[in-house]
């Protein structure tokens, strides 16, 4: 009952938005202990905070009292937004064009963008772990450009002023993806659920930042079509336009503990 009780909260927040066909499934900050969500999302919660895209705006609104909402801060975007990932002290906005990062806002400073990366026109849900982020190129039809690539892109945020592509790897048709320590799980449509290890290490002992991304055939799912992940506390809660479905990766084989349809 615990296991399906745990779907039903997570699946409230699995809607669909806009008129491109996307869904969009809520997220909020894994650092800020408030909860760990899906990368297809276009608002998020951390601490006190709630961030949301609509349109071409960034907004913020302080939930310290959540039945009275207030405007905190905002901020114009560029046209192609698409999604919001909220890690640390910064948001990392995927887009059409490439991935955003905007410094969250304090009392004293307005939101700022502080840094891009761009990439060519594809759609593009982002994450973060640590200094890395996670970016899923897809041309499909889901994107409304149906142009682009079909590839998994990893960034160096250390410096989140200067993102630096690290490393690129074909996919199939890659839409959402979680990252929950070192472990990446990404929906690859036709080619299913993917799993990777990832590790990063230093080349040459240097402060250059390189990344193994080992496929791990044995735990991924390929007879599952998804449209986002949420990874969280050894908890998979994975996404369709049919059903919602759970999975423990305590260990692996992953082994599901129910579904919504």
């Given amino acids: 009952m615990k296991n399906i009780i745990s779907i039903i909260t997570l699946a409230i927040f699995l809607t669909s938005c806009g008129s491109t066909g996307s ?11 408030t909860g760990k969500g899906g990368s297809m999302a ?8 709630l961030y949301t895209l609509n349109k071409r705006n960034l907004t913020v609104f302080d939930i310290t009292h959540p039945n009275n909402p207030l405007p905190y801060a905002s901020a114009r975007v560029p046209f192609d937004v698409e999604t919001l990932f909220s890690y640390g002290e910064h948001l990392y906005i995927g887009a059409e064009s490439g991935v955003y990062i905007y410094k969250k806002p304090t009392p004293s400073q307005n ?3 502080v840094g891009e990366f761009t990439h060519v026109k594809s759609c593009d849900p982002v994450v973060v772990e640590d200094d890395l982020a996670f970016v899923t190129l897809n041309s499909g039809n889901s994107c409304r450009l149906n142009s682009g690539n079909n590839a998994l892109q990893i960034l160096d945020v250390r410096n989140p002023t200067k993102p630096k592509l690290i490393l690129n790897r074909n996919l199939i048709e890659p839409k959402g993806l979680g990252i929950d320590n070192g472990i990446l799980f990404i929906c690859d449509g036709i080619g299913g659920l993917k799993v990777f290890n990832v590790e990063k290490y230093n080349y040459n002992d240097t402060n250059e930042t390189r990344v193994n991304l080992i496929f791990d055939r044995n735990s991924s799912l390929s007879e599952i079509d998804c449209y986002d992940v949420i990874p969280h506390n ?19 084989p992953m082994v599901e503990l129910g579904r919504i349809k």
Wanted: avoid cysteine.
């Fill in 234 to 252: 050894n908890n998979l809660i994975i996404s369709n336009g049919n059903d919602v479905r759970q999975f423990d990766y305590s260990k692996f």
């Fill in 111 to 113: 939101l700022e963008k």
């Fill in 23 to 33: 869904n969009s499934s809520a997220v909020t900050d894994s650092s800020s202990g």
């Fill in 42 to 49: 276009r608002f998020a919660i951390s601490g006190d905070y």
